[in-house]
């Protein structure tokens, strides 16, 4: 059975404090790893896929990265803005993903 | 791109009625849609996967006769609410994912309270 385990479960920092999220997943065969941005009330807003270890994505001041075991989500300089809770997941068979619990980031300022 | 909507946003209901609630892809075709249900402060909960002109796949635990999902065209899927009741009230989020492609795309989502 597929298996995404995400760590901190919560996670605040000051603005400008560079940190990790980090994702490890337990998965057959690994078709690809996605990352998304969720606020509180909204849909999930995709950022990254990941597809093969080493592959490293950026986007703004998120850089995800991935490998064997696990893929970690770069956070450099956060601001405010940044706050949400952060999902990553695997795709399985026919597709149908397995979420991680998410880790909730806030960022004061 | 990969714009997914919901409609209605949110809706309140009475006890016993149904509620419809619409996901389509705006700007791509989705050989396949999900539907979730999440709680607060939880992660998503998926209830079915549905593919276009073929019957939903429903998760352990998730009425489908409750449920109902159609997905009749590679943009539109629909979720319906039978005979709500409280405890369906949730937060139900829709994703699709495009002909050929990987990712999957999540709608704003729903807002279902029931009285």
């Known amino acids: 059975e597929d298996q995404v385990t995400q760590s901190p479960e919560a996670l605040r920092l000051q603005e400008g404090e560079s940190s990790s999220l980090n994702c490890s997943y337990t998965?057959?065969?690994?078709?690809?790893l996605f990352w998304y941005r969720q606020d509180p009330g909204k849909g999930p807003e995709f950022l990254f896929t990941?597809?093969?270890a080493g592959e490293e994505k950026e986007k703004e001041r998120l850089k995800a990265t991935l490998t064997k075991k696990e893929s970690f989500l770069h956070i450099t300089a956060p601001k405010p803005e940044d706050s949400a809770t952060y999902l990553c997941?695997?795709?399985?068979?026919?597709?149908?993903?397995?979420f991680g619990r998410g880790t909730s980031l806030i960022v004061h300022p | 791109g990969a714009v997914v909507s919901q409609h209605p946003s949110w809706v309140i209901c009475k006890s016993g009625t149904s509620v419809k609630i619409e996901c389509r892809s705006l700007?791509?075709?989705?050989?396949?849609m999900f539907w979730y249900r999440q709680f607060p402060k939880q992660s998503l909960m998926l209830m079915a996967t549905?593919?276009?002109?073929?019957?939903?796949?429903?998760e352990q635990g998730v009425e489908k006769d409750k449920f109902l999902i159609n997905h009749a065209s590679l943009t539109l899927s629909t979720l319906t609410v039978t005979s709500a009741h409280p405890e369906d009230s949730s937060f139900y989020i829709c994703?699709?994912?495009?002909?050929?492609?990987?990712?999957?795309?999540f709608g704003p989502g729903t807002r279902l309270t029931v009285l």
């Open positions: 994703s699709a994912r495009e002909v050929g492609f990987d990712t999957q795309y």
């Open positions: 998965v057959s065969g690994l078709r690809g």
């Open positions: 990941l597809y093969s």
């Open positions: 997941a695997v795709p399985g068979g026919s597709y149908i993903p397995t």
């Open positions: 700007d791509f075709q989705a050989t396949t």
């Open positions: 549905s593919n276009e002109g073929s019957k939903a796949t429903y």
